[in-house]
């Protein structure tokens, strides 16, 4: 009777044990849209970090990809800069490469994000 007790008792702790476990939850990770902030037509201001905010710019982007606008960035290549206003920044590591745009670097250049291939957010949501 003993040993009936001691399976029985192990059955109720095992149905009872995977009641309260929980499925892991995967979390999308957060993204941000950078806008341009400098000369579309220098390739060393594209590929500046600095030159992206996250404060949306009065320019909006046009029909076609020949010129630095925004890109999305996921929240793992970003910073908060306690120093300027607590403000979303790109890490400065990000190493954004401007590219000739689609008509030819005489029109623009538009960022690349090398680990991703992304050449421009234009269309994303």
């Excluded at 149905?15 to 957060?30: D, F, L, N």
């Excluded at 600095?50 to 404060?55: C, E, R």
């Excluded at 020949?66 to 206003?85: E, L, M, P």
Aim: glycine share 8%; proline share 6%.
């Amino acid at each position: 009777m003993k040993n009936y007790f001691l399976g029985l008792a192990a059955i109720i702790i095992a149905i009872g044990a995977a009641a309260y476990t929980s499925p892991e939850v995967k979390v999308k990770p957060q993204s941000y849209t950078f806008y341009f902030t400098g000369n579309p037509l220098l390739d060393t201001d594209v590929a500046d970090e600095s030159k992206w905010s996250i404060t949306p710019t009065e320019n909006e982007c046009e029909e076609e990809d020949n010129k630095a606008c925004q890109i999305v960035v996921d929240d793992n290549q970003t910073f908060v800069d306690v120093n300027d206003g607590n403000k979303r920044k790109l890490l400065s590591t990000l190493g954004i490469i401007a590219v000739a745009g689609a008509d030819g670097s005489g029109n623009g250049y538009v960022p690349k994000m090398p680990h991703t291939g992304i050449s421009s957010s234009k269309g994303r949501p």
